[in-house]
């Protein structure tokens, strides 16, 4: 199973604690415009209650060897930053989608590249991963350039790939591999 933490170029990528709960709604609100419009459940609204919820689900997924999601945390200040993790992971056919999401106040300052090198090399060399993806929807030009700047090979396009404000919408299909 996963280690608990993983430090990585000044990030530290941990599960969440309930004691997060009121950081991550603050960081959620503050980017409802950014974030929201791909990720729906990123809303103005969104309060404390849903954060444990979501850390609840976390720890469940964990459990049962389905997810890996974690707090991103500037390691030296531990300011939250934001989420990333291995979802929807394979273990049948070692392979599992990544995601991530920064904060607007740290976008644009490196946070998702890294949180992406430091994830594919736990799921390669901790998880036994061979194939890790990362799905993003046509016009996310800032979480394509993620994928890119990581590394990630761009596959294609798959239409209808995800549901996004409850629309199937087309997705660029970006794989790592070790």
């Not at 996963?2 to 990585?8: G, R």
């Not at 103005?44 to 850390?55: C, E, G, K, S």
């Not at 930053?81 to 992971?89: K, S």
């Not at 644009?108 to 993003?136: K, S």
Request: net charge negative.
């Amino acid at each position: 199973m996963a280690a608990s933490s993983i430090v990585f170029e000044g990030l530290l990528l941990r599960p969440f604690e309930d004691s997060d709960a009121e950081p991550f709604a603050e960081a959620v609100r503050e980017s409802a415009q950014s974030v929201g419009r791909w990720m729906p459940w990123a809303t103005p609204d969104y309060d404390t209650v849903q954060a444990l919820a979501w850390f609840a689900d976390c720890r469940a997924r964990r459990e049962l060897g389905e997810a890996l999601e974690f707090g991103v945390f500037c390691e030296q200040t531990g300011a939250f930053l934001g989420g990333a993790g291995l979802n929807e992971i394979r273990r049948g056919h070692r392979f599992c989608n990544l995601g991530y999401w920064v904060r607007t106040s740290r976008q644009g300052h490196g946070i998702a590249p890294r949180c992406v090198r430091a994830l594919a090399a736990h799921g390669f060399d901790h998880e036994g991963l061979q194939r890790i993806e990362i799905v993003v929807a046509v016009g996310n030009t800032a979480s394509e350039r993620v994928a890119v700047k990581s590394g990630a090979l761009h596959e294609g396009i798959a239409r209808n790939r995800l549901i996004v404000h409850d629309r199937p919408v087309p997705a660029h299909l970006f794989s790592l591999v070790p």
